[in-house]
């Protein structure tokens, strides 16, 4: 990625990340019985973890509700989470007064139209490598995989990397 990307991603300080069509495939599977299934992808939970072991805050932004969503994020100890956000613009304002941090602190991953007014917003714009032309050219950063394959652990690895930590968590994990 770029050297622009690379300095955007130094002041990074927390990372959110859309739910459907970034952290799963983009497909809801729906049985007989009403219930709502995900698939998401452990290496972007395992990313999620190590963004947190290195004080990165994380949070999910999604303009859908559903309890798949809220078990996923319990599960990786994401507290910021944000579910029926229609206006996601608005929600992202809410989100830097209440946590006092300033909008080039704040990386953003996203897959389709809704999530252009944030993207427009953060200091760290990512798209997953299936996003559709506009949220691509308005990102500073494009992932090779796609939503719900990896692209977010992707994303949060070139953060890491960039900011030099990288290295250390792995040495941390691996004795």
Not at 28 to 48: N, S, Y
């Given at each position: 990625?770029s050297?622009t990307?690379?300095?955007?991603?130094?002041?990074?300080?927390?990372?959110?990340?859309d739910?459907?069509?970034?952290?799963?495939?983009?497909r809801?599977?729906?049985?007989?019985?009403?219930?709502?299934?995900?698939?998401?992808?452990?290496?972007?939970?395992?990313?999620?973890k190590?963004?947190?072991?290195?004080?990165?805050?994380?949070?999910?932004?999604?303009?859908?509700?559903?309890?798949?969503?809220d078990?996923?994020?319990a599960?990786?100890?994401?507290?910021?989470l944000?579910?029926?956000?229609?206006?996601?613009?608005?929600v992202?304002?809410?989100i830097?007064?209440?946590?006092k941090i300033?909008?080039?602190e704040?990386?953003y991953?996203?897959d389709?139209?809704v999530d252009?007014?944030?993207?427009?917003?953060?200091?760290?714009?990512g798209?997953v490598a299936?996003?559709p032309l506009?949220v691509?050219?308005?990102?500073?950063?494009?992932a090779?995989?796609r939503?719900?394959?990896?692209?977010?652990?992707e994303?949060i690895?070139?953060?890491?990397k960039?900011q030099?930590?990288?290295?250390?968590?792995?040495k941390?994990l691996?004795?």
């Open positions: 990625m050297e990307s690379r300095r955007r991603a130094l002041k990074i300080r927390m990372i959110l990340l739910v459907d069509g970034v952290l799963t495939d983009g809801i599977l729906l049985g007989d019985d009403g219930v709502e299934l995900k698939a998401f992808d452990v290496r972007d939970g395992h990313g999620i190590l963004a947190q072991k290195a004080d990165i805050e994380v949070g999910f932004l999604t303009s859908r509700k559903s309890s798949v969503v078990r996923r994020a599960e990786l100890g994401v507290s910021l944000f579910q029926q956000a229609a206006d996601k613009g608005g992202f304002r809410k830097l007064q209440a946590r300033r909008r080039e704040v990386a991953l996203g389709d139209l252009l007014p944030v993207l427009r917003q953060v200091g760290l714009a798209a299936d996003a506009e691509k050219a308005a990102a500073h950063w494009r090779k995989s939503g719900g394959r990896g692209a977010a652990r994303f690895e070139f953060i890491l960039a030099g930590r990288w290295q250390e968590i792995v941390e691996h004795g």
